[in-house]
């Protein structure tokens, strides 16, 4: 199988997202990056469709040169191809991103071949647009269903399962197909020091990318309201239970 | 005029549609859309909600959810019926259908607004950490609200319904939903009443017992934050946070949590949070309504003890 999964880098906020002083980003002076973790299942699964059914996982993203880290990640767990579409500046809109990704795949599968599963996370971490996957399939003409938690490939399709209020809902997919994933499918590896030491030797493809920008733009970000509680201590250590169970009680929860 | 996407499943109403169809009531002349046979039957509950129109769509294809079919409706729809805005739920089949429309249509789509009466929007980012206010330039306006942002009140009028013929490629039955499992009735993480979570302060699989014990006592269920998920003592069906379920209990008891922006965003509409943290600076305690400071595995245990202490002392219950 030739699988393809799109990734994005955002930062890893801890116990608050703070916006810079233009409120046009982020504040990252002091934060880490990372992946969604929707995105992290959907590499460390086609890593694990790789190793059942053969053949090769590349990893694509959209962003600054750093996310190049990202893309070292998903080859420590086993993607044995990158490809970087390298933007300067500001995000891109949802719909430029998915035309450049759209056309960037259609230039690899036109020298490699069409890859058999494109796999994106539900939705990204920081924008959560919950769109990119969507329109890159109809760009390509294939079949996509988003919120998947199950895949299981049999021959030419595949049998993709996802959660819904009333139990959980089977698709079955022809290949080539497109695939959103949520967390929960599998659970991700760690990078082995083996598998840190390939990704450094991994070549890095850059595609440039190109499109004509959508009809959604950002103006500035926003702090969400914030919740403002004066915290009541109800005590220290096991002492507590009684002033807890009278809280509880107050509240209604113990009938 | 403002076409709200009436999300149903097999003819049962989604509650974040009637937040929709109140969202949209308050900007203007609000028709529905309802997509498949059997839907027909929720004109009034549509119409109770201030919608004056239901257009009803009916078709081969259109016998179960599919993404591309459904999408490919509402594309259908926005071509003949001209809506200034196109609106759905900002639930997993509400963005996934936009999305679907937009791409057909090849317009914007703005997902999760929580403000769009102005000429700006405001959308949710980072799952409800942070907010966007932004410009849409677009014929349609397509969106998707944001759940829970809007109440779902009622303002009932007489809706009538009329047929909308739409002209589907058999070819779309192959995303629509080819078997179901239904779920085991029972209180769900994101339906229950009392949650009892735990984070990596709980130290292993089986540190999870006690706690387990606490939320069969109150009724309630056990959820978990991403560290225990990714250690692997709990199933990621019970990951409260922005990429686990978004809870609303009467109380969340957060045991162990340090309370990490993407956690606290999915238990912040919880009624009253309970924080027991050996750690009096957490971020789980400070933005609590109570904690404990304390090791949870002696004050969860010691609260267990004490509601069947006072169950047993107390006039037996009917
Ligand atoms: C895009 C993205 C999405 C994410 N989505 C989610 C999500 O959906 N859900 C989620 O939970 N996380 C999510 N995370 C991860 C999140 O950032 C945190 O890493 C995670 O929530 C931390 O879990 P924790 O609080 O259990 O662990 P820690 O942060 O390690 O906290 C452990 C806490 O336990 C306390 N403690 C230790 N021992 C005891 C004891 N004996 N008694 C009482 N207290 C004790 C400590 O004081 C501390 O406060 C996401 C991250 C990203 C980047
Ligand atoms: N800049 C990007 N580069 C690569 N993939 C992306 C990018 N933005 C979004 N995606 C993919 O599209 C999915 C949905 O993104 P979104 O529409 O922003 O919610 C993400 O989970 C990623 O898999």
């Known amino acids: ?255 | 005029m403002i076409l709200v996407v009436v999300e149903h499943d097999r003819g049962t109403m989604s509650p974040a549609t009637w937040e929709a169809l109140a969202a949209a009531r308050a900007v203007g002349e609000v028709h529905a859309l309802t997509i498949g046979e059997a839907a027909d039957g929720l004109v009034d509950q549509i119409g109770a909600y201030g919608a004056t129109t239901v257009h009803q769509v009916h078709h081969d294809v259109l016998t179960d959810y599919g993404p591309e079919a459904w999408g490919e409706v509402v594309a259908q729809a926005t071509r003949a019926l001209s809506p200034d805005i196109v609106l759905a739920t900002g639930t997993d089949r509400g963005n996934e259908v936009m999305a679907h429309a937009a791409a057909i249509l090849d317009l914007p789509m703005v997902a999760n607004v929580v403000e769009f009466d102005g000429e700006n929007l405001v959308r949710v980012r980072w799952g409800g950490s942070l907010l966007e206010r932004c410009r849409l330039d677009a014929p349609v306006r397509l969106l998707t609200v944001a759940h829970h942002a809007f109440a779902a009140e009622e303002a009932p009028v007489s809706a009538h319904a009329e047929s909308l013929a739409v002209d589907l490629d058999p070819m779309l039955a192959r995303t629509v939903v080819r078997e179901r499992v239904e779920r085991k009735a029972g209180v769900t993480l994101s339906t229950a009443p009392v949650v009892v979570s735990g984070g990596r302060g709980v130290g292993s699989a089986e540190g999870f017992a006690p706690l387990l014990e606490l939320a069969a006592e109150l009724g309630g269920v056990v959820g978990c934050s991403r560290a225990v998920t990714n250690l692997g003592w709990r199933n990621h069906t019970d990951q409260v946070g922005q990429t686990g379920t978004r809870i609303a209990p009467d109380i969340y008891i957060a045991c162990g949590i340090s309370g990490a922006i993407q956690h606290w965003v999915g238990a912040m509409a919880s009624k009253k949070i309970l924080a027991i943290n050996t750690d009096a600076e957490a971020n789980m305690v400070t933005k609590a309504d109570y904690a404990v400071i304390g090791d949870l595995h002696q004050v969860v245990p010691a609260i267990t003890a004490e509601v069947r202490r006072r169950r047993s002392t107390s006039s037996p219950r009917t």
């Open chain 1, 1 to 255: 199988m030739r699988i393809l999964v799109c990734v994005k880098r955002v930062p890893a906020p801890g116990a608050r997202i703070n916006i810079t002083a233009d409120g046009q980003a982020v504040d990252t002076a002091f934060l880490g990056f990372t992946m969604s973790p929707h995105e992290e299942c959907a590499v460390e699964e086609a890593v694990q469709l790789v190793e059942q059914h053969g053949g090769e996982a590349t990893v694509l993203t959209l962003g600054p040169a750093e996310a190049d880290e990202q893309l070292r990640y998903a080859a420590s767990l086993g993607v044995a191809k990158a490809v970087l579409l390298p933007i300067d500046g500001p995000d891109w809109d949802p719909q430029l991103t998915a035309q450049a990704i759209g056309a960037a795949i259609t230039d690899i599968e036109a020298t490699d071949g069409a890859f058999d599963l494109i796999l994106f996370g539900n939705e990204s971490a920081d924008s959560g647009g919950f769109q990119v996957g969507i329109r890159v399939a109809h760009a390509l003409g294939r079949p996509v269903v988003n919120g998947i938690k199950g895949i299981d490939v049999d021959g030419g399709s595949l049998r993709a399962r996802r959660e819904a209020d009333a139990g959980v809902e089977v698709y079955e997919v022809s290949m080539p197909a497109v695939l959103g994933v949520k967390e929960g499918i599998n659970l991700p590896r760690y990078p082995t020091l083996k598998g840190r030491l390939a990704s450094k030797k991994v070549a890095v493809a850059q595609v440039v990318p190109q499109g004509e920008p959508g009809g959604q733009r950002m103006i500035t970000l926003l702090p969400a309201a914030e919740q403002v509680s004066a915290t009541v201590i109800l005590g220290n250590g096991p002492e507590a239970a009684g002033a807890v169970v009278d809280m509880l009680e107050e509240i209604g929860v113990l009938k």
